[in-house]
Structures are given as structure tokens and as C-alpha cells.
């Protein structure tokens, strides 16, 4: 292999507690990977309520950039839903709204009053969160923000904006609006025309290779970088990039995104948007190469991380190993409650509903992290044999990808409680994915099995088979949802 055959990449990802500047060389069958910069990402809380500190997390992104060096290519993907408004001058007006901001409360109610809930799932496929980009503009009709906006950018989009000085809504994370149809991947203007929204605030709809344009002038001169440099987009929604690159080998699997979220579910072709599918609370989201991201959204390790923060962060190897000498399955919770959205008393809020459950309610860290280790993998159980049954599509292995995949007991309960073998890795998934993107916009890698083959093939995996007893997994399933 020659040093011009293998190309760089810089991937933005950026997490909701962290962001990550990574660099990917890509060659002739190999894929490696390495962080050139990871920086926080501490929401604020002011006055007015939870926002994200957006200019620091652009500065992260310089400061990684600059750190990278040269590279072939740029592209960003964050989490979902939230956004930034811009004036007539293309000026930002405010920090974005975080997801978990009170805002939201009760707004959904107020939505289905002109679009019934089930009308608005049959013609979008968003399974209900509160958080979601239509019920934040709802929120938001009478503010002030958005009278003077002129345009709305998902965080994503506003990033690459800042870099370039181009505007475009990138399609996977446009799915997770609740204003996009997923079955003609556009917007559903009846859903934004009867709930007064104006679809005009967003910039044109890109799609996963698009380019994005070149790197500003200042840009380079900040980042040390030689142009041109140009942006590609990737799928920009973190999960998206992250279900490109699950290395799977054939077409029956599942995957759980694990992070903050878990995300668990399919990979098909056309959306579910049946009734019974909207009650079981499932979400059709895109993917790469127009795929449907069939997917629960489950609480995740943020119900830990919560925990941990308020213990005063003890060292998480000592804490899993004394979890895993607790009883298993004494106690669990429903780990996809509303409940556990808002951050602070989280172990209290989990002993809480062990205690209206009438289970034993853990009373030690030890205690408390077995309790949601054992409940994130029966969602993780439920959520997959639900998504086999509502889609008809039955599967072999589950792939956890993203960090959770370090939480060797998580993906061994997992394994256990879904009966079925997991393959964890690579925890970098969203970051690979978005350079495979991009050296695939740039033809250095085939389709998207392609793109899969070299994952499995250049990244460490473990695979954990099922032990145990199913029975103790029913059992538990049924003291938690009563069938």
C-alpha cells in the first residue's frame, strides 16, 4: 500500500455529556481510528433554563481540528432533535434548548388536540418523546427567538454552517423532527401546515455523501489547516453514523446503540407505521442508503452515569465488579420511564420505583448499579423481541455498539436476557461510521456491506453467548409490565 492510497478523515461526534474529534485513515482494507481531541460538553442552566454552551462546543471543534492535522475531509454527526435559530444576518439568537429542558412539558397533549396522536405516527413513524423537534416548536410559537428567526439548524447543521458558511438539514437527523415522512423521505407538510409550522425555517434537506462545502477562510487560518478542505455530510444523527458501522455479516441482526441512550431495534427497508407499533412506542427513523431505523429509544447509561455523579464518581471497574456479586434480577425497574429523564436523585428516583414496584429496594451503590444493569438489559430483551414481532423480521445476533460496549456485565446480561449471542464493538461506532461516509463519498470504500466487512474485519469485537436461566428473565418481565 502506497502513503497516497490511505486517506485522512476528521469525525466530528459529539455525545451529550462529551465530544470527540477523531481521526480516520482509510485505505485498501484497513480502517484505523484515533482521537485527536475530546473536550466536555457541559449544558448550562440559566435563568430562562437548560441550554446547551454551543460556542464552547465549536471551539472543541477547532481545537480538534487543529489537532488532527491535515486531512482529506471533514464530517459531524451529534444527537438529535435540538436545534439553533439564526436571524436575517445568519446570527445565532440564543444557545439551543437542551432536550431535557422543562419546556416540553405537556405540549404533546396540546399537539394531539389537532393531530391525534395516532394520525400523527401514521404520517411521521416518531414513537412519542416529549423532547421531540415538533413539540419544542410548540413550546416555542410565542417566543421571541422564534419571531425573529429566519432559519432553523439542527445542532449538526449549525456547526457545519459555522465551518463553511453553508446551511442544509441533513436527512437522517431530519427524521428524528417528527416532520418527516419516512416513507417519500421528505417532510410531511400536511403534519407542519395543521400545527402552523413553517417548514421554510429549514434549510434544503442533504442526504449521508452529499458535500457540504469547503472550509472557511477563517476556519483554516484558526486551525492551521491547508484548503481547500471540504465537508462532507455524513449521517449526521449519532445513530445513524453508528448503525452504518455494526459490523454485521449478514442481514438477521439487531443492534443496541449503547451510550446515554440505548437504542435498540432493526434495520429494514420500509417503515413500520401500524397502530399496534405506535403503542409499543417504536420509531422509524432513516438511515444510510434510505434504510429505516427501526429502534426504541431506552434510558441507557445515563441511569448510571446520574448515579455515579451523585456518589461523587467512585472507580466504575470496582463498582461493576460489586454489582455482579449482588443477587440478580432482585429488583428492576422500567428503564424506559419518563421518570428518569431529568437529571439529579437518581438513585433515590430508582429506589423510588422499586419501592411502589413492591420489590426489595437496594440500599447500597453495589445494589443500586446491579438493579440497572439488570433493567437495561431486560429493555434491551423486550425492545428486540418486540421489534422481531412488530416487523416481522427475525433475528440471529444482536450487535451492541457505542460505549456500553466497555460494560462487559451489560453485554453479558444482555446476551442472557435476549437468549441470543451479542457481538460487542467497536465503541467508536459513530465516529467510524461517519468516516466510512466520507471515504465512501470520496470512492475509497464500496456499499454499505463493504463498509461493514472492513468494521468487522479491522476492529477488536467480543462475542458473549447466553447463559443462565430464561425462566428468571420471564419472571422478571412479568413482575415488571404484569404478562
Known amino acids: 500500500m502506497t502513503a497516497t492510497s490511505v486517506r485522512t478523515y476528521a469525525a466530528v461526534d459529539l455525545g451529550a455529556s462529551s465530544g470527540r474529534v477523531m481521526v480516520g485513515r482509510v485505505g485498501p482494507g484497513s480502517l484505523d481510528l484515533a482521537e485527536a481531541h475530546r473536550f466536555p460538553n457541559r449544558p448550562v442552566r440559566v435563568p430562562e433554563g437548560l441550554r446547551w454552551d454551543i460556542l464552547a462546543l465549536y471551539a472543541g471543534v477547532l481545537d480538534g481540528l487543529r489537532a488532527a492535522g491535515q486531512v482529506d475531509s471533514v464530517g459531524i454527526d451529534s444527537w438529535a432533535v435540538d436545534y439553533g435559530l439564526l436571524d436575517a444576518d445568519g446570527a445565532l439568537l440564543g444557545n439551543p434548548v437542551h432536550y431535557r429542558d422543562a419546556?416540553?412539558?405537556?405540549?404533546?397533549?396540546?399537539?394531539?388536540?389537532?393531530?391525534?396522536?395516532?394520525?400523527?405516527?401514521?404520517?411521521?413513524?416518531?414513537?412519542?418523546?416529549?423532547?421531540?423537534?415538533?413539540?419544542?416548536?410548540?413550546?416555542a410559537r410565542s417566543s421571541a427567538q422564534l419571531a425573529h428567526a429566519e432559519r432553523l439548524l439542527l445542532v449538526p447543521d449549525l456547526l457545519t454552517y459555522w465551518l463553511t458558511g453553508e446551511a442544509g438539514t441533513e436527512l437522517t437527523n431530519a427524521s428524528t423532527t417528527q416532520l418527516i415522512d419516512p416513507r417519500t423521505r421528505d417532510w410531511s407538510y400536511d403534519v407542519a401546515q395543521r400545527l402552523g409550522i413553517d417548514l421554510g425555517l429549514f434549510a434544503p434537506l442533504r442526504r449521508p455523501g452529499d458535500p457540504a462545502g469547503l472550509l472557511r477562510p477563517e476556519v483554516l487560518a484558526e486551525t492551521g489547516l491547508r484548503g481547500p478542505v471540504p465537508v462532507t455530510t455524513?449521517?449526521?444523527?449519532?445513530?445513524?453514523?453508528?448503525?452504518?458501522?455494526?459490523?454485521?455479516?449478514?442481514?438477521?441482526?439487531?443492534?443496541?446503540?449503547?451510550?446515554?441512550?440505548?437504542?435498540?431495534?432493526l434495520e429494514l427497508d420500509a417503515p413500520v407505521l401500524t397502530e399496534p407499533s405506535r403503542l409499543a412506542n417504536f420509531t422509524n427513523e432513516l438511515g444510510l442508503d434510505d434504510t429505516v431505523r427501526y429502534l426504541r429509544n431506552i434510558m441507557g447509561l445515563w441511569l448510571l452515569q446520574e448515579c455515579v455523579r451523585e456518589w461523587g464518581n467512585p472507580d466504575l471497574p470496582q463498582l461493576l465488579s460489586a454489582a455482579a456479586e449482588q443477587p440478580p434480577l432482585r429488583s428492576v425497574v422500567d428503564a424506559g420511564d419518563a421518570a428518569f429523564l431529568a437529571p439529579g436523585r437518581m438513585p433515590q428516583r430508582i429506589a423510588d420505583a422499586c419501592r411502589a414496584l413492591g420489590q426489595p429496594v437496594p440500599d447500597s451503590p453495589?445494589?443500586?448499579?446491579?438493579?440497572?444493569?439488570?433493567?437495561?438489559?431486560?429493555?434491551?430483551?423486550?425492545?428486540?423481541?418486540?421489534?422481531?414481532?412488530?416487523?416481522?423480521?427475525?433475528?440471529d445476533v444482536v450487535h451492541i455498539v457505542g460505549g456500553g460496549t466497555r460494560n462487559a456485565p451489560l453485554c453479558q446480561l444482555t446476551a442472557d436476557a435476549c437468549g441470543l449471542p451479542v457481538v460487542a464493538g467497536p465503541a467508536e461506532a459513530a465516529a467510524l461510521g461517519n468516516v466510512l461516509v466520507q471515504a465512501r463519498a470520496g470512492g475509497l470504500v464500496g456499499d454499505r456491506a463493504a463498509m461493514r466487512e472492513l468494521v468487522a474485519r479491522t476492529q477488536p469485537l467480543e462475542r458473549y453467548e447466553p447463559r443462565g436461566n430464561p425462566a428468571l428473565w420471564r419472571a422478571a418481565e412479568a413482575r415488571l409490565t404484569g404478562r
Open 103 to 139: 419546556r416540553t412539558e405537556g405540549v404533546a397533549e396540546k399537539v394531539w388536540a389537532t393531530v391525534p396522536a395516532a394520525e400523527l405516527y401514521a404520517a411521521t413513524g416518531l414513537q412519542y418523546a416529549p423532547f421531540n423537534t415538533l413539540y419544542q416548536l410548540t413550546a
Open 234 to 265: 455524513v449521517g449526521s444523527h449519532d445513530t445513524a453514523s453508528a448503525v452504518a458501522a455494526v459490523p454485521a455479516v449478514r442481514e438477521r441482526f439487531a443492534y443496541i446503540c449503547t451510550g446515554t441512550w440505548s437504542l435498540a431495534g
Open 366 to 395: 453495589a445494589g443500586i448499579t446491579r438493579c440497572i444493569l439488570d433493567s437495561l438489559a431486560l429493555a434491551h430483551r423486550r425492545a428486540v423481541a418486540e421489534a422481531q414481532s412488530l416487523a416481522d423480521h427475525p433475528v
